[in-house]
Nanobody
Framework: QVQLVESGGGLVQAGGSLRLSCAAS????????MGWYRQAPGKQRELVAT???????NYSDSVKGRFTISRDNARNSVYLQMNSLKPEDTAVYYC??????????????WGQGTQVTVSS
């Protein structure tokens, strides 16, 4: 199967920066899409950014110009550089890998989540 390990969350003041990382492991051949989602208390999980294996990216309007998603295909890893953070960015951030192909077949998986807290 596939394991996801997230890191990089924490507490930061408004205007600060954080970088999230997510590494996938487990007899993986390819990963079509990787992304980050977030869920604030009392709200539904929402898309933050996604990136395909070819490097095409998609961002939510709320983070465009502030966040940058990138990936390292050789390491099966995805990153989220978050700049100019705002209190409304506070949430649990989840890594997602979609259409992961390996000896196990094809699957999608969510990470365990990492807390990002932005103080005003």
């Amino acid at each position: 199967q596939v394991q996801l390990v997230e890191s990089g969350g924490g507490l930061v003041q408004a205007g600060g920066s954080l970088r999230l990382s997510c590494a996938a492991s487990g007899n993986i051949f390819t990963i079509d899409a990787m992304g980050w989602y977030r869920q604030a208390p009392g709200k539904q999980r929402e898309l933050v950014a996604t990136i395909t294996s070819g490097g095409s990216t998609n961002y939510s309007d709320s983070v465009k110009g502030r966040f940058t998603i990138s990936r390292d295909n050789a390491r099966n890893s995805v990153y989220l550089q978050m700049n100019s953070l705002k209190p409304e960015d506070t949430a649990v951030y989840y890594c997602n890998v979609d259409r992961v192909r390996g000896r196990f077949g094809t699957l999608s998986k969510w990470g365990q989540g990492t807390q990002v807290t932005v103080s005003s």
